[in-house]
């Protein structure tokens, strides 16, 4: 197997498994539609993207240094998935369907990466398999494979979200899918304090 399929497996492994990003991006589909959930899979993706240079171009070794920062990033992004639970559990659950609804930032999407302690996982896991020497070529060609394969995935979920938008033209039934959300969103997160 070459390298760059071995990397755009991982990079998919990754990505396409549930987690708290593809959680929203599930929800902001089922709830805006897929071209207004796509801010958020587009900054989702340029946020690990970002982060995924940064760990390969030698953040991780401030962390390593640093092991409260790791710490502090843990429980930042704990609080910030908490936060976004509450927010989708309190939500009444009405659908705006004149189009004007805009859904989660491009910033959100980012920001949720930053603070997500599986984006911070899957960086330093794969920067360590595959370009742990440094080489800045290695570096930037698993970034640029892991920004494709992030952005499919991310997307993947907010076109199921949009999928399921017809069937969820009730109050109660976006209520039911926004709890659910919430509920898994707050699982992970707190599964994240466990590991």
């Given amino acids: 197997m070459s390298t760059a399929l071995s990397m755009a497996a991982f990079a998919l492994a990754t ?3 549930p987690g708290p990003v593809n959680i929203v991006a599930l ?3 089922a709830r805006y539609g897929l071209r207004a959930s796509l801010r958020h899979v587009t900054g989702a993706t340029v946020g690990f993207a970002l982060l995924l240079l940064l760990i390969g171009l030698g953040l991780h070794e401030l962390l390593a240094r640093w092991p409260i920062l790791t710490r502090a990033i843990e429980w930042a992004g704990v609080a910030f998935l908490l936060y976004v639970a509450w927010k989708l559990a309190i939500d ?5 369907t004149s189009g004007t609804a805009r859904g989660p930032t491009l910033f959100t999407g980012a920001a949720m990466q930053w603070l997500n302690p599986k984006a911070w996982l899957a960086s330093v896991a794969g920067m360590g398999a595959y370009a742990a020497s440094g080489e800045k070529a290695l570096v ?4 640029a494979i892991y920004f494709v394969v992030c952005y499919a ?3 993947c979920w907010a076109w199921a979200g949009a999928s399921l938008r017809q069937a969820l033209r009730e109050p109660a039934r976006v209520r039911l899918v926004n709890r659910t959300m919430a509920a898994l969103l707050a699982a992970s997160a707190l599964w994240l304090l466990l590991d």
Avoid: K
């Fill in 27 to 29: 929800g902001a589909g």
């Fill in 15 to 17: 990505s396409i498994t």
């Fill in 92 to 96: 009444d659950g009405r659908i705006d």
């Fill in 140 to 143: 930037w060609q698993f970034a």
């Fill in 153 to 155: 995935s991310i997307a």
